[in-house]
Nanobody
Framework: QVQLVESGGGLVQPGGSLRLSCAAP????????IAWFRQAPGKERERVGC????????YYEDSIKGRSSISRDDGKNTVYLQMNSLKPEEPAVYHC?????????????WGPGTEVTVSS
């Protein structure tokens, strides 16, 4: 089983930015598709985007498209989710997930998540 570790969550004001990180000791993230999901209390989990293995092509759901980006630093073996213009309705626990298939449709291993709070 792959171990994923998210970090970077915290309190941010509406309109602010955060960069979340996903590290994976023991594996090379470049060889994996990585999806980002979020789950708010009382709500279903929601995919926000995905980065492909190899060339690192990123896909974004409409909820974050245009104001967020997913990237990978192969030297640091880390995947990032940069979120800008955060909205009051976006507090959630954000997870990175190893995945497969078209746009990361098949989910494999989940990290424990990092919590993002959006509040003034």
């Amino acid at each position: 089983q792959v171990q994923l570790v998210e970090s970077g969550g915290g309190l941010v004001q509406p309109g602010g930015s955060l960069r979340l990180s996903c590290a994976a000791p023991g594996i090379t993230l470049r060889n994996y598709q990585i999806a980002w999901f979020r789950q708010a209390p009382g709500k279903e989990r929601e995919r926000v985007g995905c980065i492909s293995s190899g060339d690192g092509y990123s896909y974004y759901e409409d909820s974050i498209k245009g104001r967020s980006s997913i990237s990978r630093d192969d030297g640091k073996n880390t995947v990032y989710l940069q979120m800008n213009s955060l909205k009051p309705e976006e507090p959630a626990v954000y997870h990175c997930v190893t995945a497969a298939g078209y746009r990361c449709e098949a989910l494999i291993d989940w990290g424990p998540g990092t919590e993002v709070t959006v509040s003034s």
